[in-house]
């Protein structure tokens, strides 16, 4: 995108009302988990479903962490990613500030999975998703738990959203829920 507020036009063109059942957009083309030009990406296709989302995915020899068994990185990329799809539910843009994932059993590489994921509440700018990972007898192999904080359009000018520009170092506020809480590590944005 050549400047945020192309950015931001774009995410709103496809944040825009989805009907039970459609087909919700990439975050964008390189997003790792679902972006469809993205060679080393997992290519989610992630559909609405009632008031949450949920796809079915196919982990391949990409995803390994030992023979036949899925990294756990790559498993909390996807849900991650997956809860991530509900901001076109929420309706407006937000980070990434905490994700836990519960690994229950193996997931193995090959087998198809499906997942799902709600909001289960909202407080101030902060919402909290919780996500499933199973396969398809109904199995659950994994479960995520995740708090996203909306964010402006500041927040993606600060961080290199603009192409070709440098990312500033973060600021205080971009860790904070309202100035009240402590800095939180990795945020997605």
Do not use: I
Not at 105 to 127: C, I, N
Not at 170 to 184: K, Q, T
């Amino acid at each position: 995108m050549a400047d945020v507020e192309a950015m931001l036009a774009h995410w709103a063109e496809r944040a825009g009302p989805h009907p039970d059942g459609a087909m919700l957009p990439p975050h964008h083309e390189q997003c790792l988990g679902c972006g469809p030009d993205n060679a080393h990406g997992h290519h989610l296709q992630v559909n609405r479903r009632g008031d949450g989302v949920a796809a079915d995915h196919v982990f391949d020899d990409r995803h390994v962490g030992a023979p036949g068994v899925v990294h756990g990185g790559a498993v909390a990329t996807v849900l991650d990613d997956l809860s991530g799809f509900l901001l076109y539910l929420v309706g407006t843009p937000a980070v990434t500030r905490q994700l836990t994932v519960d690994y229950l059993s193996p997931v193995l590489v090959g087998v198809t999975y499906r997942m799902e994921a709600r909001v289960t509440s909202r407080e101030d700018r902060k919402f909290f998703v919780a996500a499933t990972l199973s396969d398809l007898d109904g199995c659950t192999v994994a479960t995520s738990t995740a708090v996203f904080v909306t964010v402006g359009v500041e927040h993606f000018a600060r961080h290199g959203a603009v192409s070709g520009g440098s990312p500033t170092p973060p600021v205080a506020d971009d860790h904070r829920d309202s100035g009240r809480e402590g800095a939180v590590g990795q945020q997605r944005g």
